[in-house]
């Protein structure tokens, strides 16, 4: 059984975000029924990853795996390694340093691209960024140019995407 969700992380010497990041993936909400895998992409760090290797060692669970490239790709090039070793039908691609504030987050997400009273076919989803230090929307990544009549919306459709 293929499980729906893979996570596709690529690092630079954040080490102790990363660690952060695997910490609160494994603590979501049905993470063993919703999680295919976790693929973790070392971009060339020239920092120590002993933290992240220690702890993927130690949780020896086959879903999450490390992947240390010898030189790095740049941020793009990083990411799609990290997509292409994915094998979940839907891929979420956190940066390292973010966490995921919803705990019931991967149904969401499976229900957002399983919608069917919709005119478009969902191809993208795109999380609302929230500042860590003051729990603030980060209206600069948010996924619409009109953040004022939809950031109070938990969904809507938009043909705008910030990362692209």
Known sequence: MIRDISFAISSYNRAD???DLLHN???LDDF???IEDVIIINNGSTSSY???EDFVAQLDNPRVKYH????????????????????????????DDCLMEDKN??????REFERTDTDREIAIVVFKLVYHINHQ???SGFPHKNFKKYGGLSSFQTYFFPGG
């Open 17 to 19: 975000d990363l660690l």
């Open 25 to 27: 993936i494994l603590a």
């Open 32 to 34: 063993e029924e919703f």
């Open 50 to 52: 002993a933290v992240v």
């Open 68 to 95: 240390l490239l010898p030189t790095n790709l740049g941020a793009t090039g990083g990411k799609n390694k990290a997509f292409e070793l994915c094998k979940g039908r839907y891929v979420v691609m956190p940066d």
């Open 105 to 110: 987050c991967l149904s969401s997400i499976v």
């Open 137 to 139: 929307i980060q209206w």
